[in-house]
C-alpha cells in the first residue's frame, strides 16, 4: 500500500478558492499563499510565499493552454491578495 501511494503522479485541482492536491494526504493550498503558479514546456511551478518550490512534469496528452492557465493562476492570486488585505 505504501509503495503505491509513493509512486502515483500527484494531482493538483485549481479552483478559484484554493488549489487542492487530491493525493494522500490531501491538502488545500489558498492562493494568498503563493507567490507564483505558472506552466511553462509542460512542467507546472508553483512558488510559496515561504519559499517551498514545488515542480510537477504534466501527464501527456494533457491540454492546457499556458497562457490561459498563467492568466487564470495570476488572477487569483492578486485577487486573493486583495482580499487579504488589511488596512
Known amino acids: 500500500i505504501l509503495y503505491n501511494l509513493v509512486v502515483q ?3 493538483f ?6 488549489v487542492l492536491k487530491k493525493n494522500f494526504p490531501k491538502k488545500e493550498f489558498p492562493w494568498h499563499g503563493f507567490t507564483n503558479v505558472m506552466i511553462k514546456d509542460n512542467i507546472l511551478t508553483m512558488d510559496f510565499k515561504n ?3 514545488l515542480q510537477q512534469e504534466l501527464l501527456p496528452g494533457q491540454d492546457i493552454s499556458e497562457k490561459d492557465f498563467n492568466h487564470f493562476a495570476r488572477t487569483q ?3 486573493s491578495a486583495d482580499d487579504n488585505y488589511e488596512v
Do not use: A, Q, R
Not at 13 to 18: A, D, V
Open 13 to 18: 485541482i485549481f479552483g478559484k478558492l484554493c
Open 77 to 79: 492570486i492578486i485577487s
Open 51 to 53: 519559499n517551498k518550490l
Open 9 to 11: 503522479k500527484i494531482e
